[in-house]
Structure formats: C-alpha cells, structure tokens
C-alpha cells in the first residue's frame, strides 16, 4: 500500500512569508507525528495527533507554527512569518496508534525540505 | 524522560568490513528501542526495534543489534557492510508509560569507502 507522503518535496520561500507543508498519512493510521531536522541535528519533535484527541503541541519552537489535522487523516504544518533559522527538513511519521505510541514503529514521509531566504 | 545519546557523529569503513554504532539510553523502566536509517533525500526507514525477550534483535538488511541493560545500550552491527549501507543512523528510545512520544539520538552519519 501507499506509505506517508509529503508535499511539496522542497520550499523556497523568503523571510517574512508563511508557509503550509501536507502530510497524508498511511490509511488508517491514527497517530500522526511532525518532526524538524536541521543540518546536523536530530529530530526535533514538533506535534502530535492521535485520533480525536487534543494535539500533544509541546514541541512547536513559537506561535508562528501550527499544525491541524482534518478528519483524522491529512495533516497540515503551518509557519508564518518565516525565519532564516526556520530552514530545514519537515519530517511527517503515521503510526497504527493501536498498541501505545511508545512501541509502535513510526512509517516517515520522505520529507519537506524548506529554505528560507 | 527519556534521552538517547549517539556518541558518533561519523564513521567511515571500508566496504566489507564489519559495524559498530554506537547507542546508548537513560530510561527508568524497560525501554521500547529502535533503530532507523535515512537513505539521502528519504524518510527514515526500521531496521530493527526491541521490546522484550532475547536481547539480540536481527533486523533487515544484514544488521542486529544487541541490548544491554547494564550498560544501558543498543549497539547496531553488521558483519559486512556495503556501500549501499552509506546512510545516517538513527538510535530512538520509546517509553513503556506515560508519554508516547519516542526520543531520537542526533543519528551517526556512515560512510562507506569502496
């Protein structure tokens, strides 16, 4: 079946602009994670979604980022007002969200790819 | 809280030599651990994850990794590596309560010479 998939594949945006990054998770995974890795760094934990539940938002860097997700499926990551420091890869991760998150395996999108000049 | 710890940022063989990476973890309880690897321009895809039970855990692609829980460690390896191996490595330690957000290591970036 399909995996995660993210759009677009790369970004270039100048300072100042908001940005919306699209994750569509695999089907029927209720668990919905958003990660940034910046050049040389780990993942950075950002938000979580599982299912009807409220957002686990205790990663987002600022109030310029946001993220909603429709009908428990697409997700979108929102930046505004842009920051050079903001430029890295948006990483999107579905899981079943069965069985406990702290066990599940995460299937991750090839990523979203944001400079900002 | 958990914390995951790669000690190295790079680590170059030559091709058909054997692998080592490093991981090592801080967890209370029981860890849920995991290995992932990112291909250039991918996600991160499993190699491997441990739960319970035999504490070395085979994975795809030729690799395993063994825990260690006095040494609070889950160190990757492969007996040969290939130069389809050249990627970044990602140790991650999820917990068996509470929260249900894994913590990633700062991943080890392999290169293979041929």
């Known amino acids: 079946g399909a995996g995660v998939s993210q759009s677009p594949s790369n970004k270039v945006t100048e300072k100042g602009k908001d940005v919306e990054l699209r994750c569509d998770p695999i089907?029927?995974?209720?668990?919905l994670y958003w990660y940034r890795q910046s050049l040389g760094q780990g993942l950075e934990f950002l938000i979580y979604?599982?299912?009807?539940?409220?957002?686990?938002k205790s990663g987002l860097p600022s109030d310029r980022f946001s993220a909603e997700r429709t009908g428990g499926s697409v997700s979108t990551l929102t930046i505004q007002r842009t920051q050079q420091e903001d430029s890295a890869v948006y990483l999107c991760?579905?899981?079943?969200?069965?069985?406990?998150?702290?066990?599940?395996?995460?299937?991750f999108g090839p990523g979203t790819r944001l400079l900002v000049l | 809280a958990q914390s995951v710890t790669q000690p190295d940022i790079h680590i170059t063989v030559s091709e058909g030599a054997s692998l080592e990476l490093r991981c090592n973890y801080s967890?209370?309880?029981?860890?849920?651990l995991f290995w992932y690897v990112q291909s250039p321009g991918q996600g991160l895809q499993l190699l491997l994850k441990?739960?319970?039970?035999?504490?070395l855990v085979q994975g795809i692609k030729g690799f395993e990794a063994e825990f260690k829980r006095s040494q609070s460690s889950f160190n990757l390896r492969k007996p040969s590596v290939h130069w389809s191996d050249a990627a970044e490595y990602f140790c991650a330690v999820g917990a068996s309560g509470g929260s249900y957000i894994p913590t990633f290591g700062r991943g080890t970036s392999l290169i293979v010479h041929p």
């Open positions: 979604f599982q299912g009807n539940s409220a957002p686990d």
């Open positions: 089907s029927g995974h209720t668990a």
């Open positions: 441990y739960f319970s039970g035999d504490t």
């Open positions: 991760a579905s899981s079943p969200g069965a069985s406990g998150g702290g066990q599940e395996t995460q299937y």
């Open positions: 967890y209370g309880a029981t860890p849920y």
